[in-house]
């Protein structure tokens, strides 16, 4: 797969053309890009409560960036991929839905990208807009990846979707409380850094 193509079904997805995640579901020479695409659309969203840290000035920097970026960017792609078998077990084993798991891995990966909107998290009165946007980005393509990777209607897909993303949200809260830096934020990119406690 050229980085031409990837290329173009960004483009295609920031204009919210869900076409393309059929695209992706279909081609399998996309697997391993769309893993790299997953990788650092999850890496870049802990960027953005990193940088919120750096800005406001506290302490212990260094431990901040390790557990926003790279522990917590590495277990959100290990709990999204548990999203992904939730929703697709559910699709396919319950709900009457047909596909190959790697059809679905394909085309919910792709739509995993608006994750990077919370990059932007470090402008600090948007920040947990900027976080719950890009959570709901990506909830957003979910349910269209899947309803283009299983044939399942609007509601059967709601369904299987809403399942795998509360397993998502729940174990992601699990994370950001836990190995707190400061009080602040645990092992968790993106909003999910961020403690209530």
């Known amino acids: 797969m050229s980085v031409q193509t990837l290329g173009g079904w960004l ?69 999204w991929l548990g999203w992904l078998y939730v929703s697709y077990l559910l699709a396919t084993r319950v709900l009457g839905g047909a596909g190959e798991l790697m059809a679905v891995f394909r085309a919910m990966a792709l739509g995993f990208v608006p994750m990077v909107i919370a990059v932007a998290m470090f402008l600090e009165p948007l920040a947990i807009g900027l976080g719950v946007l890009a959570v709901g980005g990506v909830a957003f393509m979910a349910q269209a990846a899947l309803q283009t990777a299983t044939g399942l209607d609007a509601g059967k897909a709601a369904v299987a979707n809403l399942v795998g993303f509360t397993f998502f949200t729940l174990v992601m809260s699990l994370l950001g409380s836990v190995g707190e830096v400061r009080g602040a934020g645990g092992i968790a990119p993106g909003v999910f850094f961020f403690s209530l406690s």
């Open 11 to 79: 483009l295609r997805l920031a204009r919210m053309d869900t076409t393309v995640l059929g695209e992706a579901a279909a081609t399998a020479a996309a697997t391993g890009p769309l893993v790299a695409v997953v990788v650092a659309c999850s890496f870049i969203s802990g960027l953005g409560p990193w940088l919120w840290w750096v800005f406001q000035d506290f302490p212990s920097k260094d431990e901040a960036f390790v557990k926003a970026v790279l522990a917590g960017g590495g277990l959100q792609v290990l709990v």
